[in-house]
């Protein structure tokens, strides 16, 4: 059973967005406003009644994701497989609250957890077909990728100090010779090519499942247009085995993507570890098994 977090983080509670409603979208003050049992990190989300949400960000670093979405998600949507969070509003600062932030369409669905999940090669198959057809929409006047992506569509040598870091810090707790080739590898393989649509974070908890497939996928916070290698890593994040196949066969790419990918994943996967290893054990263990696939994958493809 999944738990509601407890309302307020960040300063941001139901009673804020009942306010910001009322003042700005009279239209719908009379809607229940509650927190979802799932929360993001870059923003709060709330249910406005059955069919709707607001969307706050949480610090001034996620707010360039709120004009964003706002006028890309509508031209983005006709072109891709499955729904994507419909633009409803878009709200300014007010009620103490300093930031503008969104009303978007409620998209029914669970979390792609593998539990809701009735065949996952099929579905790595879905998600390849969802990030191909992102990368074939008109990136004409798109937003190159920057500090509004978390760089995420630029080279991974943004994060090349941090990772070095990394590697440091765990230092005979994993393979860090393989794991420094793999990442010079992704420095090495540098990307010439036509920049594309990508969406920046292609994971689990921005999938929805409906009747075991994919049906919608959410938060475009980290989308812009450049390098689409940041949206293979769900090849290690959620697939294995087959259903990695069956992905690396659908989606396609070329060495040099793939090698930055491996890149991407495991400049995130250091990341993450060199923060937990000692003080969480799931998570440890998920970023640990993740760099492993991946400095096995390098051994075999790189």
């Known amino acids: 059973m999944v738990t509601t977090p407890p309302d307020g983080r960040a ?3 139901a009673a804020l967005v009942k306010r910001l409603i009322a003042a700005q979208f009279p239209q719908w003050s009379g809607r229940p406003v509650t927190p979802v049992e799932v929360d993001g990190w870059d923003n709060r989300t709330f249910r406005v009644g059955e069919d709707m949400t607001a969307r706050l960000p949480t610090a001034a670093g996620y707010v360039p994701a709120v004009a964003k979405e706002n006028d890309w998600l509508p031209r983005l949507a006709p072109s891709l497989p499955v729904a994507v969070p419909p633009v409803l509003g878009l709200g300014t600062a007010g009620e ?17 957890d593998r ?7 099929r579905f790595a198959v879905s998600v390849a077909e969802f990030i191909l057809a992102l990368q074939r929409c008109d990136a ?10 978390w760089f995420r569509g630029a080279s991974p040598a943004h ?37 594309v649509w990508f969406h920046g974070d292609i994971a689990a908890g921005n999938l929805l499942v409906a009747d075991g497939g994919l049906t919608a996928v959410i938060d475009f916070g980290t989308s812009g247009v450049g ?16 259903s ?16 930055r990918a491996r890149g ?11 923060e937990c290893i000692d003080t969480d054990q799931e998570p440890a263990a998920t970023n640990q098994r993740i760099i492993t696939d991946v400095l096995t994958d390098h051994d075999r493809f790189g």
């Open 11 to 13: 300063g941001i509670d």
């Open 115 to 121: 539990g809701h999940i009735d065949d996952l090669s």
């Open 244 to 259: 990695r196949e069956a992905f690396r066969h659908a989606v396609g790419q070329d060495d040099g993507t793939w090698a």
């Open 159 to 195: 994060y090349d100090d941090e990772t070095r870091r990394c590697l440091a810090a765990l230092r005979g707790r994993v393979d860090t010779d393989r794991a420094a080739a793999v990442w010079e590898a992704a420095l090495a393989a540098r990307w010439d090519g036509t920049p």
């Open 264 to 274: 991407w994943a495991l400049w995130k996967s250091l990341l993450t570890l060199t």
């Open 96 to 112: 103490g609250y300093p930031f503008p932030w969104s009303v978007r369409g409620w998209l029914h669905g669970e979390r792609a």
């Open 140 to 149: 004409t006047g798109g937003p190159p990728a920057g500090e509004h992506s």
């Open 227 to 242: 390098d689409p290698a940041c949206d293979l890593l769900i090849a290690w994040g959620m697939f294995h085995g087959e």
